[in-house]
């Protein structure tokens, strides 16, 4: 039976309390549009002055505000609690770690309303903490196969784990090429071999790696350039790096951009070389845009890049291995085109918006029958 036509009266409370729109939240907005489009009625709880606040009502969702100061905001369990029994959903589902997890399943619990929660890293936590936080969960959905082997490490059972990967727009990400945009927005000549990275300046992303190995390359290829999107505690750092390098020619930070989506298929190459990742919305677009990947080979890459078929995978914090990749495609443009064609397929078969909202269908329904 066709999941929309199980349940067409369903209801579902999400709630996300992350400050900004990254990959996960936007995640929720696609998740909610695409289960609105099969006769779910949504509501989301999200966090007062947070950016997906203010995206999901210019998308005309049905949205409240409620502030929540974090994980100790012992409070927001009873804001959260008054809100869900005058919503009086079938089910909630929350969807981020600041605050939504453990404090979001006591609310649901409170109030006898079923809840799942989606995990989004694969950070490692003792076997208690992840009891206390997960207990009142009927479900918890893993973006990827390596979080959920970290949640079966910390001792969440098989019955209770599911995965449902992370999805992208393919359709949104296969824009025209638009050199000339590159060229006044970030100085980029049409030219140039333009490499993008897209992660938050922090240590675990590896930004450190793909600097030291362009440092390698800029005599060989001088007409590289790399555009680093993002914001974090390191910026300041990873910037006085690329000068002590000599990169500044080569390198431009450009901040967080909530319109990247739109002009990422202008690149040449997406490199992501985090050292630990849970899945990798970034490789995911950049996938989707026809680009292809160079990444470290670790568990989260895997499930996100094939290696020899949607882009490269090279040892960890190996920047020498990670210069020879980008070496490797910057000469051989056949090879990245062929790269990036099975990245868009790969998108378009296994990632695509409607098979993540049908596979969460699958679960809702499963709990909510079982409640009943």
């Known amino acids: 039976m066709p999941a929309e036509s199980c349940l067409p009266q369903m209801k579902i409370v999400h ?3 992350g400050r900004h729109f990254y990959g996960g939240a936007q995640q929720v907005t696609w998740l909610i549009q695409g289960l609105a489009s099969r006769q779910i009625d949504n509501v989301l709880i999200c966090a007062r002055h947070s950016a997906i606040h203010g995206v999901a009502r210019d998308l005309g969702l049905a949205v409240t505000p409620l502030p929540c100061a974090g994980d100790l905001d012992l409070s927001f369990v009873w804001r959260l609690r008054r809100e869900l029994s005058r919503e009086s959903p079938d089910l909630v589902h929350c969807h981020s770690r600041r605050g939504a997890d453990f404090l979001g399943g006591q609310a649901a619990s409170m109030v006898g309303i079923p809840a799942v929660v989606s995990r989004r890293v694969d950070n490692v936590e003792p076997a208690l903490m992840a009891s206390l936080r997960y207990r009142r969960f009927a479900k918890v959905i893993a973006i990827s196969d390596n979080i959920a082997s970290v949640l079966r490490d910390a001792g969440v059972s098989d019955d209770r784990l599911a995965v449902i990967r992370s999805a992208v727009d ?3 990400m296969q824009q025209e090429r638009d050199r000339a945009f590159l060229e006044s927005e970030f100085g980029i000549e049409p030219s140039a071999f333009a490499i993008a990275i897209v992660a938050q300046l922090i240590p675990r992303k590896g930004h450190r790696f793909l600097l030291k ?4 390359l800029k005599n060989s290829y001088p007409k590289m350039r790399l555009v680093i999107f993002g914001n974090g505690v390191l910026d300041s750092e990873l910037q006085r790096l690329s000068a002590a390098l000599g990169l500044s020619e080569f390198v431009s930070f450009a901040g967080f951009r909530p319109d990247l989506d739109n002009y990422l298929s202008s690149f040449d190459l997406l490199v992501h070389p985090a050292m630990r990742e849970g899945l990798g919305v970034a490789m995911l677009k950049a996938s ?7 990444a470290f080979d ?3 890459a895997r499930e996100t890049v094939r290696h020899g078929e949607t882009g490269l995978l090279v040892p960890v914090e190996d920047s020498k291995a ?3 990749a980008i070496a490797g495609l910057i000469d051989d443009t056949a090879e990245r ?3 990036g064609e099975n990245g868009r397929n790969l998108m378009q078969k296994e990632f695509s918006i409607g098979y993540m909202v049908e596979q969460h269908l699958k679960i809702y329904e499963a709990v909510v029958n079982g409640r009943r």
Do not use: F
């Open 15 to 17: 709630v996300e309390t």
């Open 170 to 172: 393919v359709q949104q």
């Open 213 to 216: 190995a362009l440092a390698e």
């Open 288 to 294: 989707a845009a026809g680009l292809p990947v160079v």
């Open 298 to 300: 670790v568990a989260g």
């Open 322 to 324: 990670l210069a020879a």
């Open 337 to 339: 085109k062929r790269l």
